[in-house]
């Protein structure tokens, strides 16, 4: 049975009977968890297993766990310092930046991959520009060529423990001071500074076969009037024929402010689908679920499938 484009959420540390029924809907091919899902290894572990039970295809589940500002669980897990420690490390000593990168990104997908779940969206591959506050030190450096090369070290460990990579937020969400959970922020540079600088870092990874990108909810108005994750021009035009990304595109979560300009719940996700994501993220809006999944066309493609079943395990390694 092919996967599912529809990525949804859970309430709490059990399944409701609910969340049991939307876990079997055709259209659903995973579930993120949030810190309101974890209280301990062991029941992270029997959740899980409660997930995979109510749904009649393979899930892929996943999580925030970047480090720092951004881990969804921490009890019983290592606590990973932010991205930006890294980037300094590097500015101090390269060579065992690289390295502490590549065991960062092998402790963080290990400690995951333990409690059967697929993967972290991780890493994070904007600029910091020290203009976006919900970036931030999640960010590695404000360099390019920093960030790619300390990403590649990052994905080489996540990799080595089983875990495929997700860059983001495609193309850059970096230079933008509104946070696009809240507002909908718009990037006034052209396309040119935006291709020579913010999008280098996943150039550079497309190299390396990376395995997925997460479009930011961000107008970049000199290319287009859509959010890239509703923009054809980004995700078809850009990403994969200028680009020649192959990988997986899941939409950033439709429940954000920087996704409103799409309409309604429905629409969301039907606007991200046709723009060219794979998969959507809908999150934190029970009945906005229910919405899409009664009444959106979720039309995506069987090559999206196909794309999205090379999420559940990676090889050993770092470019490909």
């Known amino acids: 049975m092919a996967i599912g484009c529809v990525m ?69 897990f290592t606590r990973l310092a932010p ?23 092998q402790l963080m997908a290990a400690e995951l991959r333990a409690v059967d779940i697929d993967f972290s969206f991780a890493p994070v591959l904007d600029l910091d520009y020290g203009l976006s506050a919900v970036i931030g030190d999640r960010a590695f450096h404000a360099d390019a060529h920093c960030v790619a090369v300390l990403a590649e070290a990052y ?21 933008v001071t509104a946070d696009s959970h809240h507002a909908i922020p718009c990037d006034e540079r052209s396309a040119e500074q935006i291709m020579q600088q913010d999008v280098q870092p996943f150039r550079a990874l497309f190299q390396c076969g990376l395995d997925a990108v997460m479009p930011a909810h961000v107008i970049y108005e000199q290319v287009d009037t859509q959010p890239a994750g509703f923009s054809s021009i980004w995700l078809q035009d850009i990403l994969r024929r200028q680009l020649g990304f192959e990988g997986v595109i899941f939409s950033d979560d439709l429940s954000m402010e920087g996704a409103s300009v799409a309409g309604g719940y429905a629409e969301r996700a039907d606007a991200a689908l046709a723009a060219g994501c794979d ?12 919405e899409l999944l009664d009444h959106a066309q979720l039309n995506a493609s069987a090559v999206s499938a196909q794309r999205l079943e090379r999420m559940r395990g ?5 470019c490909r």
């Open 8 to 76: 949804l959420d859970i309430q709490g540390t059990e399944l409701s009977a609910q969340e049991r029924e939307l876990l079997a809907h055709p259209k659903v091919g995973g579930l993120i968890y949030f810190s309101r899902n974890y209280e301990s290894v062991a029941q992270i572990s029997a959740l899980t297993q409660a997930v995979r039970a109510a749904a009649p295809r393979s899930l892929l589940i996943a999580v925030d766990q970047e480090g720092g500002r951004v881990q969804r669980f921490r009890e019983q």
């Open 83 to 105: 991205l930006a420690e890294l980037g300094m490390h590097y500015d101090r000593d390269p060579a065992a930046a690289l390295q502490a990168a590549q065991q960062a990104g």
């Open 155 to 175: 994905i080489k460990g996540m990799r080595q423990a089983g875990m495929a990579a997700t860059g983001k937020h495609f193309p850059g969400h970096g230079w």
């Open 279 to 290: 998969m959507v993220l809908a999150c934190n809006n029970r009945a906005g679920v229910i």
């Open 314 to 318: 990676k090889e050993v390694g770092a």
